[in-house]
C-alpha cells in the first residue's frame, strides 16, 4: 500500500530535523482552536437576536467541551497509531466545517445548527486537535515535558487572545443581528482552515532511537512521581492515581471555566451597579485579558513544575485557587482591581492545570500511551464543561428572576468552586506512585542489555 501524506511514517523526521519546529505547528492548531474561549463574546448578540436565556446561549459550548473529552477519549488510540498530520487534519476539517454550519444556522435563524455545527461538529475538531500534538511533542522533549506541552497548549489558552477582539470587530461591522452573526462564523471557518493547514505541514515525529543530545533518562524518583516504567492505557484506568487526577482536572477546569464561558456578562453585571460601570468593550477586554494570563499560566506554571514537580505545582492550582475565590466572594464588587486580579491569577492556574497534565501522566505512567492515556482523562474536561457553566449560568438565571443583582448573582456559585477545589486539592494529595502489577513487562533484549551494562 502506497503510502500517503497523512501517514506517521511520511512524518519520520530527517536526521537534522529541528524539534524546535514542534511547538510552532501545535501552536498553528492550538491558537486556532482556542477560540472556544472567546464563545462568550457571541452570547449576547445570540441571546438578543434568538431570544436565548444565558444557559441556552452556552450550550454550544458546553457541548463543543463535552464533544472535546468524549472524541480526545475514543481518538486518542487511533491519534497515537494515526500519527499527529493525520489528527491535525481532522480537526482543521471539523473545526472548519463547524463553523460553517454554524454560520448556516446564523443565518436561518435555527439555533439548532449552530448547536449542532459548532457543539458537536466542531467539537470533534476540538478533541482531536488537543491531543494531536502532546505525545509527539513530549517524545521530542523528555528532557523537559512541562515546557514542551506548556508551549503548545498556551496555544488552546491563548486562542481568545486573538478570537476575542477579532470576533467583537467582527460583529461591530456586519453587525449583531443573525446575518453579522453568520457573517463572522464564515470567515472564522475559512481562516482558520488555513491557519490550521500550517500545523499539518509541518508537523513531524522523531525517529525510534531519537534522544536529545547528551540527556540520559532520569532514574525513578518515587518522591517527585516519577517512573521509568511504561503503563498501557488499559492499564491505567485500572489504577486509582488516574481517578485522583481525574478529579483533580475535573475540578479545576470546573472553577475556571465557570468564569470563562461567562467572563463578558459577568463583569459587566457585577458591576453594574457601581459609579463606572463596565461596558461591553471593556468587557471583552477583560476577556481578552483573561486569555492572556490564561495561555502564559500554561507555560510559565507548567515549566515551574519540571523544577519543583507536579504534585506541588497542583497544590498550588487548587489550594491558593479557592483562597482567591473566596476573596472575590467576600470582596464583592467593591473593587475591580481585586476582581480582575483574582480572576487573571485562577484562569492562570486553569490554564496550567491542562498544560501540566500531560507531564504530570508521563511521570506516573511513562511515555509508552501517553497520549491515549491523555485522551480517555479528558473525559474530565467534558464533565466540567458541562458542570461549571451549568452551575454559574443556572445559579445567576434563578438570581434573576429572584429579583438580584449585581455579585448576588455570582457569590453562590464563587462558593461552590470553593467546596470543588478543596475536593480536588485532598486527590492531588492521595496521588501515589503506580504499583509496579500495572506496569508493562521489560522485553527480554531489554532485561539482557541491562545485565551485560551491570
Known sequence: MA??????????????????????????????????YAWSVFKPPLEKSLGLTGTLSALPFQLAIVMLGLSAAFGGTLVERKGPRWAMFVSMTCFSSGFLVSALGAATSRYWLVVLGYGVIGGVGLGIGYISPVSTLIKWFPDRPGMATGIAIMGFGGGALIASPWSSQLLATFGTGTGGIATAFLIHGVVYAVFMSLGVF??????????????????????????????????????????????????????????LEKASPMITDFFKQTPVPVGAAAAAGFVALLSLTNMLGRFVWSSTSDVIGRKNIYRCYLGIGAVLYLVIALTGNSSKVVFILCAMVILS????????????????????????????????????????????????????????????????????????????????????????????????????????AE
Not at 4 to 32: E, G, Q
Request: hydrophobic residues 50%; glycine residues 8%; contains cysteine.
Open 202 to 259: 509541518l508537523i513531524r515525529v522523531p525517529a525510534a532511537d531519537w534522544k536529545p543530545r547528551g540527556w540520559e533518562p532520569p532514574a525513578a524518583n518515587g518522591n517527585m512521581l516519577i517512573t521509568t516504567a511504561s503503563v498501557s492505557a488499559a492499564n491505567a484506568l485500572k489504577t486509582p492515581q488516574f481517578w485522583c487526577l481525574w478529579v483533580v482536572l475535573c475540578f479545576n477546569v470546573t472553577a475556571g471555566i465557570g468564569i
Open 3 to 36: 503510502v500517503t501524506f497523512l501517514d506517521r511514517a511520511h512524518t519520520v523526521a530527517p536526521a537534522n530535523w529541528s524539534r524546535w519546529l514542534i511547538p510552532p505547528a501545535a501552536l498553528s492548531v492550538h491558537l486556532a482552536i482556542g477560540q472556544a
Open 349 to 452: 492556574f486553569y490554564g496550567a492545570g491542562f498544560a501540566t497534565i500531560p507531564a504530570y501522566l508521563k511521570d506516573l505512567f511513562g511515555s509508552f500511551q501517553v497520549g491515549a492515556i491523555h485522551g480517555r482523562l479528558l473525559t474530565a474536561w467534558s464533565v466540567a464543561g458541562v458542570l461549571g457553566p451549568l452551575i454559574v449560568n443556572a445559579i445567576a438565571d434563578s438570581q434573576k428572576r429572584a429579583g438580584k443583582q449585581g455579585p448576588d448573582l455570582y457569590t453562590t456559585s464563587f462558593y461552590i468552586m470553593i467546596g470543588l477545589l478543596v475536593a480536588g486539592f485532598i486527590a492531588n494529595e492521595l496521588v501515589r506512585p503506580v504499583k509496579e502489577r500495572y506496569h508493562e513487562p521489560v522485553p527480554r533484549q531489554d532485561v539482557a542489555a541491562a545485565e551485560e
